[in-house]
């Protein structure tokens, strides 16, 4: 399954997150989140202060350590409010691309809304036929957005951060009412155009994201700041919210630290924040918000998967799959089943990342050896396998190493009969590193071609779920009776031989999944 990471540079707070992609959802692996208030100083003066930029490269670097060490293939990292503000935006770039390792992205309060919105479809899926609202109230900007079916149906972004409203209006602790009044106003003003729209609209419900929200929820069910993962989902009624504005309001720094639910740091800026959220729900007459954790970097970790970033590292170049097509047809494979058996052996490479743990380079030798492990049969039916491993190794494979093409020999040799042991002479001309890759790629080269066994393509595709301590193979294929997708007991010893789990392949015919769909 492909491992991507995100960086979202916030204006209040920077955030990262590296995760695996399965077909059922998000594994997070690491997670990481830093105050760095750049919002304070562009705010102020225009600029992204140096203190504020020194101290978001150091986090930026302690981020990247992170989410390299765990393989990623695919990163993507943005600025949002305050960057897309800041007069000194190209010294910015150049020093968070030093930090990271990779270029960051100003994106536009648009773009966005678009990740904003697919993080909640990714993390908090809802109904098909639900029309809902999405509330952010970032440090620097403020997203209002209309989902429906899981499509965004509109989208709008307003300077209405949290950051952002403190530095602009809020002058004293606690604030003077005619600060609160200007700052209500301002508000009312920026969310006119987007009520105009659609206030005489329908919303099942509005979910609410950002830090911001994390806190009135947390505040309004009385959760503590150490447990905020826990508010995930929770609500907190418009009415409670407003019991919560008015003691903001009227209490000062210190006291609003000590309110269960709300961080020191956050209480610098949740009256602005609490503001923005309850003038929203107002408008759009809604009797509460759900706190949704997801936000910017959700959004970005499902589009690098939608957009299958990184794949092409697991897969053939064009070069190297002419070399592999040429020499199939010159030993007169069948190509059919040759392609097949490559795209099940793709499928098989990603789908079980977590557990083999390979490079994703070691995919493009498993596609390789899917196009060759049959040429053999150019030579004798016979001990086919010996054969297509003699002339893999000791063919010339331009845009292979030496060391690919061994390994590449290696399980052609092993795709069928015995499996590979460290003894085994085919085995002495590799070093430790490749004997892992081929152990961890004949069980998956030996089920590919099992799928394809009759060379007639009717397993169309796979997925991977876990039961019972199993890995359970789910084939979607034809529907066919007669179709043999388990080819032998050597083949499930393979599996097992490297594996930490058994095996288990339950089918799913087309024809039924479309009449259900139907």
Known sequence: ??????????????????????????????????VTRLGDSVFRSGRISRDALDFLCVVLTRMADAYRSLDVIGVRAVATSAVRDASNRQQFLTRTAAALGTNV??????????????????RWPRPKDERFLIVDIGGGSGELIVSEGGEMVDATSKPLGAVRLTEVFLKTDPPQPEELHRMEAYIEEKLSSFYGRHG??????????????????????????????????????????????????????????KIPGIGPRRAEIIIAGVAAFLRALELFHQRALYYCAAGVRDGIIADLAARGVGRELSQLSREQRAVVEGMAKRYGVALKHAKHVAFLGHRLFELLRPLHQLAPAAGKLLEA????????????????????????????????????????????????????DPAHPQLQNLDADSKRTVANLVPLLRIADSLDRGHEQKVRDISIGSRNGAVNVLVQDEGDADLEIWA???TAKAFASVYPAQISIRRRRLQKSRAAEA
Not at 5 to 14: F, K, L, M, Y
Not at 220 to 233: F, H, I, L, S, T
Not at 381 to 392: E, F, I, N
């Open 1 to 34: 399954m492909p491992r991507y990471a995100a960086v979202d540079i916030g204006s209040n707070s920077v955030r990262m997150m590296a995760a695996d992609v399965t077909g059922t959802g998000t594994e997070i692996l690491a997670e990481d989140r830093q």
């Open 105 to 122: 992205e100003i994106i536009s309060g648009a773009e966005e809304a678009r990740l904003i919105h697919l993080g909640v479809n990714a």
């Open 200 to 257: 005489a609209e329908h919303f099942s419900r509005t979910i609410a994201t950002s830090a911001t929200a994390a806190a009135i929820v947390s505040a309004a069910n009385r959760v503590p700041r150490a447990k905020r993962d826990e508010a995930d989902r929770m609500r907190a009624g418009v009415n409670q919210i407003r019991q919560l504005y008015s003691l903001l309001i009227e209490t000062d720094l210190t006291r609003r630290r």
């Open 369 to 420: 050896a899917s196009y060759l492990h049959d040429i053999g049969h150019f030579v004798s039916d016979t001990g086919h396998h010996k054969h297509s491993a003699y002339l893999v190794a000791n063919s010339g494979m331009p845009g292979f190493t030496n060391r690919e093409r061994l390994i590449i020999a290696t399980l052609c040799r092993f795709h069928r009969k015995s499996v590979p």
């Open 488 to 490: 032998a007991n050597e």
